[in-house]
């Protein structure tokens, strides 16, 4: 297990490689396999090319993935409503907007879609319907809005923000988290860790906006109390594969491969701040050490997404470099992941 120790000549706390680690090969890389395992050549597979069809736009810009098999339940529940916003194209594994519909046109009718699939498919990911759209960005402008149940099954691009928070003692140069734990009634990962505040870019609201509307719901951080110590970290891109196999066969709904944005931001906490449960979508906050940190993300304790972001915090102050990481480039790479579709920028 990677150790936390002090380094001599500078008073600061660095990584160590244990002699463990060396012998069986330990990477930080296994923290990007849980939330990214979806190899770069993914359109070159057969079973890929046979199953999953391409959403694209009325004039063909690729947005989405839909599997075969979710095409199947759609078609099965709802395949009046289907036929009135696509055009299927068998041969080329195309589901495409059709021409005649507008925008306001196409989110009324993919809304009359999903509501058929919340209410009478197998589905399960649009069975916790939220009421909250996400946007499908083409040219910088959103081309349609999708309930966020949905983004799943249609494959699309999501966005979101994540806020690390840390408090870092001058005196002694060490640097402590505060790690929220999701709430055990949470439908998704309950009661692993997270991120202090992290929340999806729901339509129409802005990267800031959401970043301070998350911060008062699951925090009780208000925007005056964190706007001086908070400051834009960068962004991550990554598919997420929950099969994480490539040899699956692309067909059911578990197989899904959904695009994710994160944008990142780092709040350093004064003696005068401390996060608290808000919104019941956390079951509690706690303060961390760095060797407890590292613990956890090694053991695998924190939300798949959440624990890359904390990953991407501890390379960017340096805590994991080229000296202690021997996939520190791999690493930095498949952080920002390339999409075949348009993105907000």
Sequence with gaps: MVKVETDSATGRQILVRTTEDNREGFSFVEVIDRVDSLPSDFELNEQF???????TTHDGVKVGFVNRGILEEIQRVANEELLELFEIKEAENILQFKYNLDFDSRNTRLDELGLKLRDKSKLQGVKGWRNEKYAVWVGKKPYVLVERALSGVLGI???GVHVNGYMFDEHTQEIKFWIPRRSKDKPTWPYLLDNVIAGGLGYPYGIEETL???SIEEANLDKESIQKNIRAGGVVSYFYFPKGNIRDNFYNE???IVGEVEY?????????????PNDGEVDSFNLLDL????????????????GLIMLEFLIRYG????????????IINRMHRSFPFPTLN
């Excluded at 060797?291 to 959440?306: G, H, M, W």
Aim: net charge neutral.
């Design 157 to 159: 691009i999501t966005y």
């Design 212 to 214: 301070y509307k998350e």
């Design 254 to 256: 578990s197989s899904a």
């Design 264 to 276: 990142i931001y780092d709040l350093r906490f004064d003696s005068n701040m401390k996060p608290s």
């Design 319 to 330: 805590y994991i470099n080229a000296e202690n990481e021997p996939n520190y480039l791999k």
């Design 291 to 306: 060797q407890q940190t590292i613990d956890a993300l090694v053991n695998n304790e924190f939300k798949p997404n959440c």
């Design 49 to 55: 090319r046979k199953n999953v069809f391409y959403m």
